[in-house]
Structure formats: C-alpha cells, structure tokens
C-alpha cells in the first residue's frame, strides 16, 4: 500500500513545477525515438512469427471437415486483434522499454545526475519521467497497428506457403463478421499499457538507491511488476468494455 | 549569507545530525569537515533541500528555505550551483552540451549568449578544447572542472561542492581547490565544500566547521585550527605524519 501511495504521489509530481513547452518538445521527440522507433524491429519479428504460429496451430487444431477453413484466419484475426497484439506486444514492450527506462533513471540516480537537475530547481520527475510516459503513450498504440497488421500478414503468408489455407480463404476469413470495435478495444488497450509500462518502470528507477546491483533490481522489478500490471489491466478492460 | 538552525536528521533510528547550528559566510570558502560517517554530507543535502531536516531550518539570506513553499524553493535552488562528489555530468550530453544544460532550461538566452557563456566558463576552469569530449572520455580532475563549469554557468549565488578532491591526485587536487577559491572570491558567493582532505583545509579553509558525530564540535579558519584545544579535531587535523611533523615545528 506504501509503494502505492508513493506511486501515486509520483504520478502527481510530473504535472506540477513543469519547464517550458519547448524544452519538453524535443525531449518528447527523442524519447519516441528511443521508445517507438528502437522497438520496431523486435515488434516486427515477434508478431510476424506469432501470426505464422498462431495459423499453424489454429489449423492443427481445427481438424473438422464441417468447419470452413476461412475460419482459421477468422480465428488468427481475432485473436490477434483483441490479445495477441496489444498484450503479448505490451510484455515484450515491458522486457525491452521497461528495463530501458529503469535502467537509465536507476543509473542517473545512483549517479546524483538527478540530484543535480532537484538543485538546479528542476522537477525531475516531470523533466525525466513525463516525455517519456508521453512518448510511450503516443508510440504503442503505433507499434500495437504495426503489430497487428505484420500479424495477420505472417499468417497469410504461412497459410499460402504451406498451403494450410487458400489466400483467397484467408482474405475471406479475416474479412468475415469484421467487429470495427475490437480495433478500437485494441488500441484502448494499448494506451493504458503503455502508460502503465512507462510509468510503472520510471517509479522503479526513479526511486533506486544504492549501486550497480540496486540498478538490476529495478530494471527486474520493473519488467516483473510491468507484466503483473498488464495482466491485471487486460482483465479489468475486457471485463468493463466486452464482459 | 546561509544560516542553518538546529538542524536534525535521523534515517530510521540512526540519529545522523544531532542539532547543528552555524552561518557560511558571503564571499568566503566556508569548509565542513569531519571523518568519514560523521553526516557532513548528509549536512549539505539538507542546506541545499535534497533531503528534509526532521527538525531545523535553513535561511538563504533571510529566505526560509526549509519551510517555503515550492515557488521560494525554485528561485532559492536557480541561484545554486553545485559540484557532487562524483561530478554527476549527464553521460549522453558533450562537455558543452553538460555546462550549456542550465542555461537551455532555466534561462531565455539566445543561443549566441549561450554558446558565449559556455566558452568563458569552460575556458575559466581550463577546458577550453574540451567541448565536444563526451563525460567518458575525460579523466576525473577534468570531469570536476565540468562540473565546476556547469555550477558556474548560471551565476549562482551560492557554490556547494561535495568533496571536490575525492579520487583525484594531490596536484590536481589544488587545482581544484584553488580553483574554487579563485571563483568564490571573484564572485562574492557563499560557497560550502565538505571535504576530509587536509590539503583543502590549509589551502582554501576561510571558515572550518568540523562535524563530529552529528554534532558541531568547533568552528574557526585554517589559522586557529592548529592551536585548537578540542580532542577529536586534533585527533582528525593530526592524523598523518605531515601535519604531525608541522605540528612538531610549531
């Protein structure tokens, strides 16, 4: 309950005592850089391999004769849409974004290097943490589409190439009973992991004292309670927006 | 002028600072002192509101810094300038990008001014070729300098510096100190270093205040400290054979 206070407490702190617009501009522009554009490749390959799975083992699985096999890439659709791409992403997002910004604070505190902008009389919390719970904010969604699209398109080139499903069943399947709102569901998702991930893993770091072991901790503590936070939230909204 | 009144501090039941008194002086290199645990740093983030006394108050001329609110704060802490102990320079920003980051964030200079005050400040620690040098790739007396510059760039009122000469050889040592020294007396500011190293104490020591067990066991300047009748400063002022050997010439 104490962590959570402090957490809280933390939260507060990045909108009060705020420099100027500009100086939190290009701090906005490096940390999309550094959280969005730097996770491209690991998005990429995870969800282009988890769509090829998922077709694979969708088509293992569904064995009927009475069942279509359009309804494999309907499948691959929806669960990528709903699961696969906003959450599995968000746990990948955790390990690599995560740990990153525990790491970097963890470092900078250990090294006074933000107890020098507290007696420069910069809020550190908001100077630090805000541009990149921002920038996450702003980047996942983005990496959840790209996500989501390279998915759906490594399945069909799984099912083509293996011959598991025609390409002209697999554009039918994932256009068959097409639910708009589950891309919005998606992407709502999307916003709240990525400021729990940011947010949560900036608190960790922020707060590390100690030395290069204490720093470990907390990049680890940081992805650990992230992944525990996802999970939770992915309940809590399919409950509130689906159940 | 800074003035501190009973100042406390505990970390748990670990009673660091046990009321401690004093003033720093205007235009002076005011010195804490003391062996190692006695809360001499602990002392200075509280003066400079890193960490909260549980009891005392810290006055920057006349300005209640302990208990203001966070407007006073920020305009107390924009006239501060500060050298940590591990120089603490931003690893990802060049020597220039490091002295410059005050001047970006708090101040509305163009960037010819800036760029201006950057060079002066780099070229009065002698760093003048340094600038484009990332914080890795400079040895530690000139990562102090940095330091230094970026403390200086904003003109601040008042210089703290946490043990400026640790890890550092006893010439680059002075330099430092001498270096300190030369800025508080060109500036007229109130400038604070903690430090256990002798050598700094004899060399820039305007006003001493040795620390002993969270308590102020004696306040002085570099001349008096050698005649003092207190046990435990003697025992710290004389440890090393070098200061024994001038206190037998005495």
Same mark, same amino acid.
């Given at each position: 309950m104490r962590s959570l206070g402090k957490y809280?407490?933390?939260?507060?702190?990045?909108?009060?005592?705020?420099?100027?617009?500009? /100086?939190?501009?290009?701090?906005?522009?490096?940390?999309?850089?550094?959280?969005?554009?730097?996770?491209?490749?690991?998005?990429?390959?995870v969800s282009s391999f988890m769509g090829a799975v998922t077709t694979i083992q969708t088509a293992y699985n569904l064995v009927s004769p009475l069942i279509p096999n359009y309804v494999i890439s309907l499948v691959v659709r929806d669960m990528t849409v709903l699961e696969l791409a906003p959450t599995i992403i968000a746990i990948v997002f955790a390990g690599k974004v995560g740990s990153n910004i525990a790491g970097e604070l963890g470092t900078m505190r250990i090294t006074e290097q933000i107890d020098a902008l507290e007696v420069m009389g910069i809020n550190a919390n908001s100077y630090l943490v805000l541009p990149k719970v921002l920038a996450s904010m702003v980047t996942y969604p983005m990496l959840v589409v790209l996500a989501g699209f390279l998915s759906i398109y490594g399945g069909y080139l799984t099912s083509v190439l293996t011959g598991v499903v025609t390409g002209t069943e697999y554009v039918y399947g994932i256009r068959f009973e097409f639910i708009p709102f589950n891309v919005t569901f998606a992407l709502i998702k999307a916003f709240v992991f990525a400021f729990l991930v940011a947010s949560i893993s900036a608190f960790k770091g922020f707060y590390t004292s100690g030395g290069a072991l204490e720093v470990g901790k907390s990049s680890t503590s940081a992805v650990t309670t992230s992944c525990i936070a996802i999970l939770c939230a992915d309940y809590a909204l399919a409950k509130l927006l689906l159940g | 002028m800074i003035e501190i009144t009973n100042i406390q501090k505990s970390f748990g039941d670990k009673e660091v600072l046990k009321g401690i008194d004093g003033?720093?002086?205007?235009?002076?290199?005011?010195?804490?002192?003391?062996?190692?645990?006695?809360? *001499?740093?602990?002392?200075?983030?509280?003066?400079?509101? $890193?960490? *909260?006394?549980?009891?005392?108050?810290?006055?920057?001329?006349?300005?209640?810094?302990?208990?203001?609110?966070?407007?006073?704060? /920020?305009?107390v802490r924009r006239e501060m300038g500060m050298l940590f102990q591990g120089s603490a320079l931003f690893d990802s920003m060049t020597v220039q990008q490091n002295v410059m980051f005050p001047l970006n964030v708090l101040t509305k200079m163009s960037v010819e001014e800036k760029s201006e005050r950057v060079n002066f400040c780099l070229q009065r620690v002698g760093l003048e070729n340094a600038h484009k040098k990332m914080p890795s790739e400079i040895s530690g007396g000139m990562k102090k300098r940095v330091g230094i510059a970026r403390a200086i760039v904003n003109n601040p009122n008042y210089l703290f510096c946490d043990e400026p000469n640790?890890?550092?050889?006893?010439? +680059?040592?002075?330099?430092?100190?001498?270096?300190?020294?030369?800025? +508080?007396?060109?500036?007229?500011?109130? /400038?604070?270093?903690?430090?256990?190293? &002798?050598?700094?104490? &004899?060399?820039?020591?305007?006003?001493? &205040?040795? $620390?002993?067990?969270?308590?102020? $066991?004696?306040?002085?300047?570099?001349?008096?400290?050698?005649?003092?009748?207190?046990e435990e400063l003697n025992n710290f002022v004389f440890a090393n054979k070098m200061m024994r050997r001038i206190k037998s010439n005495m």
């Open positions: 809280i407490i933390f939260l507060g702190n990045l909108v009060v005592r705020r420099e100027s617009f500009s /100086t939190y501009l290009s701090l906005f522009f490096d940390e999309c850089i550094k959280i969005g554009y730097n996770s491209i490749f690991i998005v990429t390959i | 003033q720093f002086y205007k235009g002076q290199a005011n010195l804490i002192i003391g062996s190692s645990g006695t809360g *001499k740093s602990v002392l200075l983030k509280n003066i400079v509101g $890193l960490i *909260k006394p549980n009891e005392g108050e810290v006055l920057y001329d006349g300005r209640n810094f302990t208990h203001g609110d966070n407007n006073l704060k /920020t305009e640790s890890g550092l050889d006893p010439q +680059t040592s002075i330099t430092i100190d001498n270096l300190i020294k030369e800025i +508080t007396d060109e500036y007229e500011i109130t /400038t604070v270093v903690v430090t256990h190293d &002798m050598n700094s104490v &004899m060399e820039i020591g305007d006003h001493i &205040m040795f $620390l002993y067990k969270g308590h102020k $066991l004696w306040e002085g300047d570099n001349e008096s400290i050698l005649h003092a009748d207190v």
